[in-house]
Nanobody
Framework: QVQLVESGGGLVQAGGSLRLSCAVS????????MAWYRQAPGKQRELVAR???????KYGDSVKGRFTASRDNAKNTVYLQMNSLKAEDTAVYYC??????????WGQGTQVTVSS
C-alpha cells in the first residue's frame, strides 16, 4: 500500500519561510513526476510546483521566484522550500506522486498559515 506523508506545515509570519517534506512509503515501484498542490478555502486546488524524476521543475505563476521544489530519489521524498511567504499562500498543501503503471496518489495535506 502506498502512503504519502507530508510534514513541515505550520504558522509563519509574512516574509518568513517554511520547508515542506513529503515522504513516500510502501510498495511503490518507480515514481515519475512528483508535485505540490494547494487549496485555499473556497478555491480550487492549484498546482504549486511539479518536479520530474530527473529534477526538471515547473512552478505556478504566483510562486515563481519564491518557492523551490526538490527531490531525493534515494529517499523517495520531495521537498518544497517556501520563502518570502505571503498571506495569500495560506492553504492546505498536498503532495502528489505519479507512479509508473500505478497512477497518481495524494498525501493527506498539511496546513500552511501565513499571518500578515
Amino acid at each position: 500500500q502506498v502512503q504519502l506523508v507530508e510534514s513541515g506545515g505550520g504558522l509563519v509570519q509574512a516574509g518568513g519561510s517554511l520547508r515542506l517534506s513529503c515522504a513516500v512509503s510502501g510498495s511503490i515501484g518507480s515514481i515519475n513526476d512528483m508535485a505540490w498542490y494547494r487549496q485555499a478555502p473556497g478555491k480550487q486546488r492549484e498546482l504549486v510546483a511539479r518536479i520530474t524524476s530527473s529534477g526538471s521543475t515547473k512552478y505556478g505563476d504566483s510562486v515563481k521566484g519564491r518557492f523551490t521544489a526538490s527531490r531525493d530519489n534515494a529517499k523517495n521524498t520531495v521537498y518544497l522550500q517556501m520563502n518570502s511567504l505571503k498571506a495569500e499562500d495560506t492553504a492546505v498543501y498536498y503532495c502528489f506522486a505519479d507512479f509508473l503503471f500505478r497512477g497518481g496518489y495524494w498525501g493527506q495535506g498539511t496546513q500552511v498559515t501565513v499571518s500578515s
